[in-house]
């Protein structure tokens, strides 16, 4: 027999509130100790350097996890001109300096121009990202460099909020896949003199903002036993929160029996096409579908938690 997999039954999303200097990983670990849960996923890594939301999906929950991937994000980050690094923030090594002249509010934002709506993006070395089978950090730290290909990415708004000397706070809007480090490397060189992140925080993803009820890690370890598992569990919040961009299917009791067992339904009034969020009788959440070529409605990511 093999072995069964420690932890419990936990379902949701919670909202972390990522801190500096942990990996999206470790934050992800610490949490998934404090409740206990079996199951665990985080929705796209933030750098260590980088702070701010980061949903930490549980148990059925990871089964949402690939739209919050796929969506839209929003960052705040502090960049400084005239110094470049290797990893492009300020955990690299100094590569470059050159001196700061005439940087003000209109060159800025006059390059800052150029980099709005689709774009294209050559992936740093130090990224997730792998060159035949390994990852692209691990190349980097052995001080190798290989051929990666642009990318296309979209940058939905890119803001200038202030500007101090060689520094610079910018808010951006960006798809999935945008490298906001290398997005900062490419308006230094065009502006000149380099430049790099010294500070970065995630605003939003997809449906969810900062200014939410964001948790952090102090506070969750504050909280232990069983009595602080239950307060923990109270922070989490349902899958379906994260769907709120698709429209919502009900479903009578013989459709949702149907669909439970993998059968496409008619659907009366349903959506034309695209994804969907399914609901039983009782607003019970049951996943998500797509409406098919003939209109019928098919279960594809179906989620269990009774």
Same mark, same amino acid.
């Given at each position: 027999?093999?072995?069964?997999?420690?932890?419990?039954?936990?379902?949701?999303?919670?909202l972390?509130?990522?801190?500096?200097?942990?990996?999206?990983?470790?934050?992800?670990?610490?949490?998934?100790?404090?409740?206990?849960?079996?199951k665990?996923?985080h929705?796209?890594?933030?750098?260590?350097?980088?702070?701010?939301l980061?949903?930490?999906?549980?148990?059925?929950?990871?089964?949402?996890?690939?739209?919050l991937?796929?969506?839209?994000?929003?960052?705040?980050?502090?960049?400084?001109?005239?110094?470049?690094?290797?990893?492009?923030d300020?955990?690299?090594?100094?590569?470059?300096?050159?001196?700061?002249?005439?940087?003000?509010?209109?060159?800025?934002?006059?390059?800052?121009?150029?980099?709005?709506g689709?774009?294209?993006?050559?992936?740093p070395?130090?990224?997730?990202?792998?060159?035949?089978?390994?990852r692209?950090?691990?190349?980097?730290?052995?001080?190798?460099?290989?051929?990666?290909?642009?990318?296309?990415?979209?940058?939905?708004?890119l803001?200038?909020?202030a500007?101090?000397?060689?520094?610079?706070?910018?808010?951006?809007?960006?798809?999935?896949g945008?490298?906001?480090?290398? &997005?900062?490397? *490419?308006?230094?060189?065009? @502006?000149?003199? !380099?430049?790099? +992140?010294?500070?970065? #925080?995630?605003?939003?993803? /997809?449906?969810?903002?900062?200014?939410a009820?964001?948790?952090?890690?102090?506070?969750?370890?504050?909280?232990?036993?069983?009595?602080?598992?239950?307060?923990?569990?109270?922070?989490?919040?349902?899958m379906?929160?994260?769907?709120g961009?698709?429209p919502?299917?009900? &479903?009578?009791? *013989?459709?949702?029996a149907? @669909?439970?067992? !993998?059968?496409? +339904?008619?659907?009366? #009034?349903?959506?034309g096409? /695209?994804?969907?969020?399914?609901?039983?009788?009782?607003?019970?959440f049951?996943?998500?579908?797509?409406?098919?070529?003939?209109?019928?409605?098919?279960?594809?990511?179906?989620?269990?938690?009774?």
């Open positions: 027999m093999g072995r069964r997999r420690k932890g419990r039954n936990v379902h949701g999303i919670m972390l509130d990522k801190p500096a200097g942990v990996t999206s990983n470790h934050a992800l670990q610490r949490v998934r100790r404090l409740l206990d849960a079996r665990a996923g929705t796209g890594s933030l750098d260590p350097l980088a702070t701010g980061l949903p930490l999906c549980f148990g059925e929950a990871t089964k949402v996890s690939a739209f991937l796929d969506a839209d994000k929003r960052y705040r980050v502090t960049a400084r001109f005239g110094c470049v690094t290797d990893t492009g300020a955990e690299g090594e100094v590569v470059a300096e050159r001196p700061v002249i005439g940087l003000d509010r209109d060159t800025l934002g006059a390059a800052m121009v150029c980099f709005e689709a774009i294209e993006q050559v992936p070395m130090y990224s997730a990202l792998k060159h035949e089978g390994r692209l950090y691990e190349l980097a730290r052995e001080g190798r460099e290989v051929e990666r290909p642009p990318r296309p990415v979209t940058i939905h708004e803001r200038l909020l500007i101090d000397g060689d520094t610079a706070t910018l808010e951006v809007a960006c798809s999935k945008t490298y906001v480090r290398t &997005l900062v490397e *490419d308006i230094g060189e065009a @502006v000149g003199p !380099g430049a790099h +992140v010294t500070a970065l #925080r995630r605003t939003a993803l /997809g449906p969810f903002r900062d200014e009820a964001l948790v952090t890690l102090p506070a969750l370890e504050t909280l232990d036993g069983d009595e602080g598992r239950a307060a923990l569990e109270q922070r989490l919040i349902p379906e929160q994260a769907l961009d698709w919502d299917i009900h &479903l009578s009791g *013989d459709l949702a149907y @669909v439970r067992q !993998g059968q496409p +339904v008619w659907v009366p #009034r349903a959506p096409q /695209g994804w969907v969020r399914l609901f039983a009788e009782g607003e019970r049951l996943g998500m579908g797509t409406v098919l070529d003939d209109g019928r409605i098919a279960p594809k990511r179906l989620v269990a938690t009774g």
